[in-house]
């Protein structure tokens, strides 16, 4: 079943994805080399404490930290800790979220640590970061799902291919449902298949996840013994976005990004759905 949310719940959402903001305003500005990645997460759980709002990642499944930390070849799900300490020319992917009232917010960026990075790992990021935005504009009501996963698998297709001969489109990780838990259906692909169908029609009151994967080789990916970390089989560099959005009746709005998303829409000619906080 999918959750339906009311207005009074997007508002809630909207606070939590605020809350998921500030956490990434303050995690990157303090991803420089020298930094570890404990260091990081002790920043979120300070923002996430200022803002009276609770972890979301903290111990779900056992997950240890309050955000996620992933580094380089690290896909997604990357554990902090004291012994990764960023260097100049590292990229790193910081997933988080937040509780407020028992709505979740939950999004991800990719930084550079320090400078002279290679222009294929720039480009990665673009790539990643703009084929979010084509799902996110796809979410729009009579839709379906597929559409949304047809968008983010066609920016990038159409993308010049990388000095390493490809994009991989990460198979094993998605999107995701998200109200009163965190991961809830439907889940996302970031890719077509015809064994899923075209999925859930768009409505107003479906609010998603939509978080591409992408790396500079091979899509597929496998988790190390701590049961979290995920990498790239063939050891590529990786690039996650992330944002939660909600579908209104007056349109999208991007519960995680600062100005709810209305820059970037714009440039997809769709006008924001209103700030229910502003």
């Known amino acids: 079943m999918v959750e339906i949310k009311t207005p009074e719940q997007i508002a809630k959402m909207r606070a939590a994805g605020l809350v998921v903001a500030a956490i990434h305003e303050a995690t990157r500005a303090a991803a420089v080399p020298g930094a570890s990645t404990k260091d990081l997460d002790e920043i979120a759980a300070k923002v996430i404490a200022d803002h009276g709002a609770k972890p979301n990642f903290l111990g779900y499944g056992g997950f240890p930290g309050n955000i996620c930390t992933s580094v380089n070849d690290v896909v997604v799900h990357g554990i902090p800790d004291r012994e990764t300490v960023l260097k100049d020319g590292d990229i790193i992917a910081i997933d988080a979220g937040a509780i407020v009232d028992g709505w979740h917010g939950d999004a991800a960026f990719t930084c550079f640590v320090g400078s002279g990075h290679a222009p294929e790992l720039i480009e ?98 496998h988790v190390l013994e701590d049961e979290w970390t995920v990498k790239s089989d063939d050891g590529s560099w990786s690039s996650h976005w992330e944002h939660s959005i909600a579908l209104t009746e007056q349109g999208p709005l991007v519960l995680t990004a600062p100005d709810g998303g209305r820059a970037k829409l714009a440039e997809f000619g769709i006008t924001a759905a209103p700030d229910p906080l502003a």
């Open 124 to 221: 990665l990021s673009r790539v990643t970061e703009e084929s979010m935005w084509a799902g996110i504009a796809a979410f729009r009501k009579g839709n379906r799902l597929e559409d949304i996963s047809r968008a983010v698998e066609t920016y990038i297709r159409r993308q010049p291919r990388p000095a390493t001969g490809k994009y991989g489109i990460v198979e094993e990780y998605g999107g995701h449902g998200i109200g009163s838990q965190m991961h809830m259906d439907p889940h996302l692909l970031n890719y077509v298949t015809k064994k899923r169908g075209r999925g859930i029609k768009l409505v107003p009151g479906v609010c998603l996840a939509i978080e591409p994967m992408v790396t500079l080789g091979s899509p597929h990916t």
